[in-house]
């Protein structure tokens, strides 16, 4: 059976956008680099519709499913989104002072047990009981759950504070998880959230996980519009106190290039600069 390149037309599409950004407004060198580029990748793989084997072929999951596999190699596979939006959430995390806090979307637990090592009483919860198993297995402190954040198990303004780490572009209905989010906040209570930014998702990525055993798999993200976010805080009676879209810098590039076939060249003129995660920082 025969299948995509999956790993050529990407590249193609990430040489596109070099050039969409450049065309008008970049050196004619970069432009013409780009063309070559393109002209290479094309020559080898006409139409772009090479066939391969379905070895490489990417699965869709369900969440369930999806994170049944990934969470054998969540904490060792290298993830570009943790690694530009986990400093600015750690920093922020630090601002505030220790009391009951949730973890909505806890995977792993590495905010659970972030937030338990700043004195916090921690609860974590997610859909996915093989994440679960694994954030459990770090520290038995933290209470972890197995649950929906759409229909989350606590009380009414039960928490002092809530994070929701690179979860929230999974869901369907962006104001109903947020109702939730804000119905278990005390009054004045904070909440981060974070998440993959709606730009990227409008490019084709979604969240990707690479396992030897089961081959390359993805979960399918939702695109939340800086609108969509807006809209359901009001109606949440969430106050937007800050918003940070962190961006791929030079120093992102050598991680990305370890999954592309592009130049660093071109690679770089593709993503340098575009936001690769929202955060909002939030009070109730």
């Avoid at 790993?7 to 050196?27: P, T």
């Avoid at 072929?57 to 596999?69: F, L, P, Q, T, W």
């Avoid at 989350?152 to 369907?172: Q, R, T």
């Amino acid at each position: 059976m025969k299948t995509i390149n999956y790993s050529k037309q990407s590249a193609l599409g990430y040489a596109g956008l070099a050039l969409l950004r450049n065309w008008l407004i970049g050196k004619s060198s970069s432009i013409a680099s780009i063309f070559n580029e393109i002209s290479t990748l094309t020559k080898k793989q006409p139409n772009t519709l090479e066939a391969i084997d379905i070895k490489t072929k990417a699965v869709e999951h369900d969440i369930k499913s999806g994170y049944k596999i990934w969470s054998k190699i969540y904490d060792t596979e290298e993830n570009i989104l943790i690694e530009i939006e986990e400093p600015i959430v750690k920093k922020l995390l630090e601002k505030y002072p220790a009391g009951k806090a949730v973890d909505l979307g806890c995977g792993t637990g590495r905010y659970s047990l972030y937030l338990d090592s700043l004195g916090h009483s921690v609860t974590g919860i997610d859909i996915s009981e093989d994440m679960i198993n694994v954030a459990r297995s770090k520290n038995k402190r933290v209470k972890f759950l197995q649950g929906d954040m759409r229909k989350l198990p606590f009380n009414n303004n039960e928490f002092d504070f809530a994070i929701s780490g690179l979860a929230i572009h999974y869901v369907k209905n962006l104001e109903e998880t947020i109702k939730e989010y804000s119905r278990v906040l005390k009054p004045g209570g904070q909440l981060i959230i974070s998440s993959i930014h709606p730009w990227m998702v409008a490019l084709g990525v979604h969240a990707e996980f690479h396992d030897k055993k089961s081959g390359w798999g993805f979960i399918r993200d939702s695109i939340l519009w800086h609108s969509s976010y807006i809209e359901a805080f009001n109606k949440a009676s969430l106050q937007i106190v800050r918003c940070y879209e962190p961006k791929i810098e030079s120093s992102h590039i050598k991680t990305l290039q370890k999954w592309s076939i592009l130049s660093p060249k071109t690679l770089s003129s593709a993503l340098k600069g575009l936001p690769v995660a929202i955060i909002w920082v939030l009070k109730k």
